[in-house]
């Protein structure tokens, strides 16, 4: 990497390489250390070159969508198609079969939480004190009318 008195000189490059380690998931010290530069360096070249700030958002954006989606399928439940493979007598036989994960109640939990916390907060306004039955029907409720508004699974 270029140097000049102790500084790091922008290139263009250096926006696809940041790219580049955001889409694997890199907070901004990490692009830095990437990069071989200071983490202040890489929040002035986000403002300083346009080029630059694009990029770092874009990928980032990228990996956030990518783990967003995996919650979710995660949440919901899913198929995948994989291999078995199994030693029958003493060959490897490989089959074909479809994978079915079912929801993980934590991630739903996390899902509505933050999707829905007019719903599914911890702490709602003047119902902090209710009694189990209390709290078990308006948790009820709640599940019904998430139900009612999203429609069928899928």
């Known amino acids: 990497m270029p140097k000049a008195t102790g500084r790091t000189i922008y290139t263009p490059e250096l926006a696809k390489t940041a790219a580049a380690l955001c889409k694997l998931g890199a907070t901004n010290a990490e692009i830095a250390n990437g990069l071989g ?82 719903l599914w907060r911890e702490k709602r306004d003047g119902v902090d004190d209710l009694t189990p039955e209390a709290a078990a029907r308006e948790a009820q409720e709640a599940v019904q009318r998430a139900m009612a508004t999203s429609g069928p699974a899928g």
């Not at 630059?52 to 967003?68: L, M, S």
């Not at 198929?79 to 929801?103: F, H, L, M, N």
């Open 37 to 118: 530069v200071a983490c202040s360096t890489v929040e002035m070249w986000m403002v300083k070159h346009p080029e630059f700030g694009a990029a770092v958002k874009t990928a980032k954006a990228v990996a956030d969508a990518r783990v967003e989606r995996s919650l979710y399928q995660r949440a919901c439940g899913y198929e995948c198609d994989e291999i078995d493979i199994r030693v029958v007598g003493s060959r490897a036989v490989q089959t074909p079969i479809r994978k079915r994960y079912p929801p993980d109640v934590v991630a739903c939990i996390f899902w509505l939480k933050n999707r829905r916390p007019d």
